[in-house]
């Protein structure tokens, strides 16, 4: 992501920098709004070019800071480790002295971490690893329908994974559902009209059609706007400076949205004029952007591999609806 998607939070009168905000927070936000960074809140005091300038509200009551952008997700290899860890915690008969020796952990944290790792198989029946996954469904307090998958793949193939299924179901159901995918698993909220067998829900991407459903999904993401942005500035379709000065990001937003209007009308038309699927064009940005959600904020071809070695029977399914909520962690 550009340097425009995040503001640098300094606070005053240090003049040291605290942390960041999404760019569309710092924008929507005014000066005397109090926000939490950490454990502490902060309340601004005025919002610069790149930067917001706050003190410390002392214990004001504060709002919680929304991100649009995503941060990296765990890549495949640290995913295999973990999840590798987890079994070995969960089937080794000395699990804390393991964790003791090999993760350097003191005794607390390594009963900690035993004690997690045992509930989730208390509750699941088994451990979910990179050759396991689990389809998790229960209800909430509530009253609602969760639907936990634990794919410990990383959260680029798991947010592919997330989107694609929320679509799926969106055109299935015609029903628009919440999704959300961690580097463990992904949940997705369900309602009374989503009745079906568990089990069904492993199969309802296959290779065949996931990068068209993905690509559709994609397209209404925060991640396509933000990646959009980064691409026309990048190809200068979208100047960064004028005049020896940069350009203030909301100005570079409004005028990256006004080239997105002009070569890529069905993304930003009203969705109650659009029969059928949105129409994609052919145009250089418009393919970088979509590469850059498919392969970099998402990893299109880990969620090919896994449909493949489900279809092949070489990655066990489990299926389980359980009753009591908290046991099994995602």
Same mark, same amino acid.
Do not use: Y
């Given at each position: 992501i550009p340097d425009t998607a995040q503001y640098q939070v300094i606070a005053e009168p240090e003049g040291s920098v605290i942390g960041s905000l999404d760019e569309d927070y710092a924008i929507? *936000?005014?000066? +005397? =709004?109090?926000?939490?960074?950490?454990? &502490? *809140?902060?309340? %601004?005091?005025? %919002?610069?070019? +790149?930067?917001?300038?706050?003190? #410390?509200?002392? +214990?004001?009551? !504060?709002s919680i800071p929304f991100w649009l952008g995503a941060a990296p997700g765990r890549t495949r290899e640290l995913s295999a480790e973990v999840a590798q860890l987890r079994h070995d915690i969960a089937e080794s008969p000395d699990a804390l002295q393991l964790l003791q020796r090999d993760c350097g952990l003191d005794r607390a944290a390594a009963e900690q971490a035993q004690l997690y790792v045992h509930a989730g198989k208390a509750a699941l029946g088994v451990v979910p690893t990179q050759d396991c996954i689990v389809a998790e469904r229960f209800f909430d307090d509530g009253g609602g329908m @969760?639907? /936990? %998958?634990? *794919?410990?793949?990383?959260?680029r193939i798991n947010k592919a994974w997330g989107l694609a299924l929320r679509k799926r179901f969106c055109r299935t159901f015609n029903f628009e559902l919440q999704a959300a995918a961690t580097d463990n698993g992904l949940v997705l909220s369900l309602s009374d009209q989503h009745s079906f067998p568990l089990e069904v829900v492993f199969s309802f991407l296959n290779t065949h059609t996931v990068e068209h459903v993905l690509t559709q999904a994609l397209l209404a993401s925060p991640m396509f706007g933000a990646r959009w942005k980064w691409n026309a500035g990048r190809a200068l379709a979208v100047p960064r400076f004028s005049g020896g000065r940069k350009v203030p990001p909301p100005i570079q937003r409004m005028r990256s949205d006004d080239l997105l209007a002009s070569v890529? !009308? =069905? @993304? /930003?038309?009203?969705?109650? #004029?659009? &029969? +059928?699927? %949105?129409?994609? !064009?052919?145009? !250089?940005l418009v393919d970088e952007t979509i590469s850059n959600c498919l392969h970099e904020a998402m990893d299109l071809d880990g969620l090919v591999d896994i449909l493949d070695r489900m279809g092949e029977g070489t990655l066990r399914t489990v299926s389980v609806d359980t009753r009591e909520i908290g046991r099994a962690h995602v």
């Open positions: 929507e *936000s005014m000066a +005397g =709004d109090i926000v939490l960074l950490g454990s &502490t *809140s902060w309340k %601004i005091r005025r %919002i610069e070019p +790149g930067r917001v300038r706050v003190e #410390n509200a002392h +214990g004001a009551a !504060p @969760q639907l /936990v %998958i634990h *794919s410990p793949f990383g959260a890529f !009308p =069905d @993304q /930003v038309a009203c969705a109650e #004029n659009l &029969t +059928g699927e %949105i129409r994609i !064009p052919k145009h !250089p």
